[in-house]
């Protein structure tokens, strides 16, 4: 059960191991682009490559005809990575070897939609992905088994995102056999220990140009791709598709998103620091290095950043 691109792996790895697939659960075709024409999810498009049945129902809470065709299949496990559908209590407990999700962190840490984004702007130095036995709670489930990874310094929550299902790919098909044969007992979490992560809306990438210059650079890479950073400049939105953080002797109280030249490229005062634009995208207009950017747009340098700066 999975529906966009990073679960593709997990479906490859099953099938590379041998493992017998009844059946692939993605959720239904959406309208995409301007054009609103009708989209496979990445799931859908592999497994019909592979002559696998597909399935997609809407729902299976409120669909009692989908869990009846799937107790059809009689499944001895479900392998569900980034379905995106809730699982009712009776298809968790339709497999006698349960129900295991892939979960890209070291849970009960980021619990929830977001895990990834918040590992990188909490500044974590390591995440890592948690196969886990679910049960009726989000993401409460114990643990089967977990991997942890350094999370480098300039990765964002795409790159981070595939890199991690990857490596939850090949630690399901590790432990799958000892799984089957009762030789590993699934722990339960420490609740204590847990954080829950939110869905982020669009307005969350606004940028705050009195936040930290550390905390805004991580910002750029926690929400790339979604939902992105941005601010506005001219009346128009300017996206920040890459930047860093500098320190700044700059007075913070007078400064904050203004624009000016420093040794490291383009630079904005933030709170603390300044953020250096290393690659911006103005609305309705392509990618572009800052120094193309500002090139092109020389009264950039001086002005300031944010709604309603002058």
Known sequence: MGTPAVAVPVLSALLDEGHGLVG???????????????VSSMVKQYALERGLPVFQPATLRRDEAAREQMASLSPDLIVVAAYGLFLPADTLSLP???????????????????????????????????IIRLDQGMDTGPVVAQKETSIGPDETTEGLTSRLFLMGAALLVEVLPDWQHGKIRAQAQDASLATVTERLSKDDGEIDWTCPAVWLARQVR?????????????????????????????????????????????????????????????????PVSTREFVQGHRNFIGSRLGAGAA
């Open 222 to 286: 926690a929400y790339h791709p979604w939902p992105g950073s941005f601010t506005h400049w001219n009346g128009k939105t300017l996206k920040v598709l890459a930047a860093k953080a500098i320190a700044s002797d700059a007075r913070p109280t007078d400064s904050q998103g203004l624009v000016k030249q420093v040794p490291e490229g383009v630079g904005v005062a933030t709170g603390e620091g300044a953020l250096v634009l290393e690659q911006v995208q103005m609305e309705g207009r392509r």
């Open 96 to 130: 006698p070897l349960g129900c295991l999700n892939l979960h890209p962190s070291l849970l009960p840490r980021y619990r929830g939609a977001t895990p990834v984004a918040s590992a990188i702007l909490e500044g974590d130095p390591v995440t890592g992905v948690t």
């Open 24 to 38: 692939v659960y993605t959720q239904p075709d959406r309208q995409s682009g301007r054009g609103k024409r009708i």
